[in-house]
């Protein structure tokens, strides 16, 4: 399994970012994918999940109408757009096979994260 993820940067406050996750060595269409973060001095926290087929997403309630996940099956890539960031989007961010906060229990199953960093 291998999850690359691109995208993060330095925003300020209001802005936007898509993050994408390229992944290879498993069948990415047959598996539901997540978005997990991690904040400075704090432990991961599930963001978002995407079923396999893209037809259904759920996400935590602090990014619920801000962040949207999708997908495309085809190009084997998974997307996190991101708006209205706050500082406390600030994290690393991790593209994750699984769904729900048990991907939080495998870290074998996650990329190497990108940092997004919400600033004035």
């Known amino acids: 399994v291998q999850l690359v993820e691109s995208g993060g940067g330095m925003v300020q406050p209001g802005g936007s970012l898509r993050l994408s996750c390229a992944a290879s060595?498993?069948?990415?269409?047959?598996?539901?994918m997540s978005w997990v973060r991690q904040a400075p001095g704090k432990g991961p926290e599930w963001v978002s999940t995407?079923?396999?087929?893209?037809?259904?997403?759920d996400y935590t309630d602090s990014v619920q109408g801000r962040f949207t996940i999708s997908r495309e099956n085809a190009a084997n890539t998974l997307y996190l757009q991101m708006s209205g960031l706050t500082p406390e989007d600030t994290a690393l961010y991790y593209c994750?096979?699984?769904?729900?906060?048990?991907?939080?229990?495998?870290?074998?199953?996650w990329g190497q994260g990108t940092q997004v960093t919400v600033s004035s």
């Open positions: 995407i079923t396999s087929s893209g037809r259904r997403t």
């Open positions: 994750a096979r699984g769904a729900g906060i048990g991907t939080l229990k495998n870290r074998n199953y």
């Open positions: 060595g498993f069948t990415f269409r047959y598996y539901d």
